[in-house]
Nanobody, 123 residues
Framework: QLQLVESGGGLVLPGGSLRLSCAAS????????IGWFRQAPGKEREGVSC????????NYADSVKGRFTISRDNATNTVYLQMNSLRPEDKAVYYC????????????????WGAGTQVTVSS
C-alpha cells in the first residue's frame, strides 16, 4: 500500500519561498499520479497541482500558476512542490495524495493521502 509523508512546511514571510516534499513508500511511486491539495481553516480542501506518473504533464490551480512548481523524482520516490512568492492566502495544511493512472481534478479520485504539513505565511 502506498504511504505518503509530507515535509517542508513552516512559517514564512509574504513573498518568501518554501519547498514541500512528499516521500512515498510501500510501492514504487511511478505507478501513481501525485497531487498536492491544501485546506485552510473553515474551507474545503482544494487541489493545488498534480503531476503525471512520468512527470511530463503537470497542472495547477489558477491561484498558484506562475508561483508554484511541481516536480517528481521517481528514483527517490519523492514529489516536490516549490512555492514562491507566497501570500497570506496560501496559508493552509498541504497534503499530497496519490491516484492510480492520470491526474484527476476531484479529491475523491485520490485513494492515498499523507497527514499534511502546515504552511503559514505571515509577517
Amino acid at each position: 500500500q502506498l504511504q505518503l509523508v509530507e515535509s517542508g512546511g513552516g512559517l514564512v514571510l509574504p513573498g518568501g519561498s518554501l519547498r514541500l516534499s512528499c516521500a512515498a513508500s510501500g510501492f514504487t511511486l511511478d505507478y501513481y499520479a501525485i497531487g498536492w491539495f491544501r485546506q485552510a481553516p473553515g474551507k474545503e480542501r482544494e487541489g493545488v497541482s498534480c503531476i503525471s506518473r512520468s512527470g511530463d504533464s503537470t497542472n495547477y490551480a489558477d491561484s498558484v500558476k506562475g508561483r508554484f512548481t511541481i516536480s517528481r523524482d521517481n528514483a527517490t520516490n519523492t514529489v516536490y512542490l516549490q512555492m514562491n512568492s507566497l501570500r497570506p492566502e496560501d496559508k493552509a495544511v498541504y497534503y499530497c495524495a496519490g491516484t492510480a493512472g492520470i491526474c484527476q481534478e476531484g479529491r475523491i479520485y485520490y485513494a492515498w493521502w499523507g497527514a499534511g504539513t502546515q504552511v503559514t505565511v505571515s509577517s
